[in-house]
């Protein structure tokens, strides 16, 4: 647990290294954080749920910092609005990596005592709970960087290479393969982690469909630009339409057209689109819309689990995946009493959920169970498109 620990919390420095200091203290929208409040947020939990609980005599390194860098567990006290996270200048950024040192040093001392405190299996469960949320905020912490550099005016890369962004291509056509009528278990199951709103195993049945081998790609995408789908009412939901109007949508985010060709910003700048790459950042308007223009759908997130079970091969994606499932608990989901229990339940409105995981997503984090969940109109993740019949 400790190698797990320690792995984790140097991935997010390695992530936050190719920054400059301006770029950690912005915020272009209420959904995209500074990196420098991820920096600090993943540090305050370790620091709220584990060390002020359990190390006696513990001094914790702010007393502000509850109050700065609370994302939303009311239980805990107030916070600063969501929206107001990047007109924080101080504590610095340079402070910020000394907080963060401070909570590593201090829970690694604590985990060479633990097997002796009596709270231990708590304490370790805590701890597993910490990692999984760093990681869960590391892919936010990429998504959010892309957004910061991809807006300004003159598309700064973060990195000259190794991009994850950049590495994947399918040159093959797309194929479909039948899954059968009956019924499927779905949930996790066993006594690895997995988060609450997983768990629940319950058995579905599902009439047979077929879905494809890959996700969608974007020169499969262009073709519906072209087809002038975004001019178009019949192809969107109301809310759908709503949303290209008032935004005056023709595209992707991240897609910018320099006399007649298409680009696209990656974490390595703007570079041409690719079109055997993977459709990346459209919402779920623009998946359900694309869907039906191809006279397909999107699979609910049971007929993708169910997929999965058949083989597994057929659904590595490097994009998380819209299904038309909304966010809603599995039979039995019960939250636990406290701040953690604040952790998915609440959240179980109006959002849609994501399966997959993407090429954002750290090492070990993903598993078929895994349910990721956005708000319908929301583009900034590494979100694609898989398609059922």
Same mark, same amino acid.
């Given at each position: 647990? #400790?190698?797990?620990f320690?792995?984790? *919390?140097a991935?997010?420095?390695? #992530?936050?290294?190719p920054?400059q200091?301006?770029?950690?203290?912005? !915020?272009?929208? !209420? %959904?995209?954080?500074?990196?420098?409040?991820?920096?600090a947020?993943t540090s305050?939990?370790?620091?709220?749920?584990?060390l002020?609980p359990?190390?006696?005599?513990y001094? $914790?390194?702010?007393?502000?910092?509850?109050y #700065?860098?609370?994302?939303? @567990?009311?239980? $805990?006290?107030?916070?600063?609005?969501?929206?107001?996270?990047g007109?924080?200048? *101080?504590?610095?950024?340079?402070?910020?990596r =000394?907080?963060r040192?401070?909570?590593t040093?201090?829970?690694?001392?604590?985990?060479?005592?633990l097997?002796?405190h009596k709270d231990w299996?708590?304490?370790?469960?805590?701890?597993?709970i910490?990692?999984?949320h760093?990681? =869960?905020?590391?892919?936010?912490?990429l998504?959010?960087i892309? @957004? /910061?550099?991809?807006?300004?005016p003159?598309?700064?890369l973060?990195?000259?290479?190794g991009?994850?962004d950049?590495?994947?291509?399918?040159?093959?056509? #797309?194929?479909?393969?039948?899954?059968e009528?009956g019924m @499927?278990?779905?949930?996790h %199951?066993?006594?690895?982690?997995?988060?609450?709103?997983?768990?629940?195993?319950?058995?579905?049945?599902?009439e047979s469909? &077929?879905i494809a081998?890959?996700?969608v790609?974007?020169?499969?995408y262009? %073709?519906f630009i072209?087809?002038?789908?975004?001019?178009?009412? =019949?192809?969107?939901l109301? %809310?759908?339409?709503?949303?290209?109007l008032a935004n =005056?949508m023709?595209s992707p985010? @991240?897609w910018?057209?320099?006399?007649?060709?298409w680009?696209?910003y990656?974490?390595?700048?703007? /570079?041409?689109? &690719? +079109?055997?790459? +993977?459709l990346?950042? $459209?919402n779920?308007?623009?998946?359900?819309a694309?869907?039906?223009w191809?006279?397909a759908?999107? +699979?609910?997130?049971?007929?993708w689990e169910?997929?999965?079970?058949?083989?597994?091969?057929w659904?590595?994606s490097?994009?998380?995946?819209?299904?038309a499932?909304?966010?809603l608990?599995y039979?039995?989901?019960?939250t636990?009493?406290?701040a953690l229990g604040?952790?998915?339940?609440?959240?179980?409105?109006?959002q849609m959920?994501?399966?997959?995981?993407s090429?954002?997503?750290?090492?070990?984090h993903?598993?078929?169970?895994?349910?990721?969940f956005?708000?319908?109109?929301l583009q900034?993740?590494?979100?694609?498109?898989?398609?059922?019949?």
């Amino acid at each position: 647990m #400790l190698d797990y620990f320690l792995k984790t *919390r140097a991935w997010t420095k390695q #992530l936050i290294e190719p920054l400059q200091t301006e770029d950690c203290v912005l !915020q272009p929208v !209420q %959904e995209v954080s500074p990196p420098k409040w991820h920096m600090a947020h993943t540090s305050w939990f370790f620091e709220e749920f584990v060390l002020k609980p359990f190390v006696k005599d513990y001094k $914790v390194f702010s007393e502000d910092y509850a109050y #700065l860098f609370n994302s939303y @567990y009311n239980h $805990v006290g107030q916070r600063n609005p969501r929206d107001n996270r990047g007109s924080i200048s *101080r504590p610095s950024t340079k402070v910020i990596r =000394q907080y963060r040192q401070h909570v590593t040093e201090a829970v690694s001392l604590f985990w060479k005592q633990l097997q002796e405190h009596k709270d231990w299996p708590e304490i370790s469960r805590r701890l597993e709970i910490g990692i999984n949320h760093e990681q =869960q905020h590391q892919e936010l912490l990429l998504t959010d960087i892309k @957004y /910061i550099l991809g807006t300004q005016p003159f598309y700064p890369l973060y990195v000259e290479e190794g991009a994850p962004d950049c590495d994947w291509s399918a040159e093959k056509a #797309l194929e479909w393969n039948r899954v059968e009528e009956g019924m @499927y278990l779905i949930g996790h %199951e066993g006594n690895d982690f997995c988060f609450d709103n997983e768990k629940g195993a319950h058995d579905v049945f599902l009439e047979s469909f &077929e879905i494809a081998d890959r996700a969608v790609r974007n020169d499969e995408y262009l %073709e519906f630009i072209e087809a002038g789908a975004y001019q178009d009412f =019949q192809w969107w939901l109301a %809310e759908g339409w709503d949303w290209v109007l008032a935004n =005056q949508m023709d595209s992707p985010l @991240y897609w910018v057209k320099k006399e007649d060709q298409w680009f696209r910003y990656s974490l390595s700048g703007l /570079i041409p689109l &690719e +079109p055997f790459g +993977p459709l990346m950042h $459209v919402n779920y308007y623009e998946a359900d819309a694309f869907a039906r223009w191809k006279g397909a759908r999107l +699979p609910t997130e049971f007929e993708w689990e169910a997929a999965f079970q058949i083989n597994p091969d057929w659904m590595y994606s490097p994009v998380w995946e819209w299904t038309a499932s909304a966010y809603l608990p599995y039979p039995g989901f019960k939250t636990e009493p406290g701040a953690l229990g604040e952790y998915n339940g609440k959240f179980m409105v109006n959002q849609m959920v994501l399966r997959g995981g993407s090429l954002a997503t750290p090492e070990g984090h993903w598993r078929p169970s895994y349910r990721n969940f956005f708000h319908p109109h929301l583009q900034w993740q590494f979100s694609g498109i898989r398609l059922v019949r």
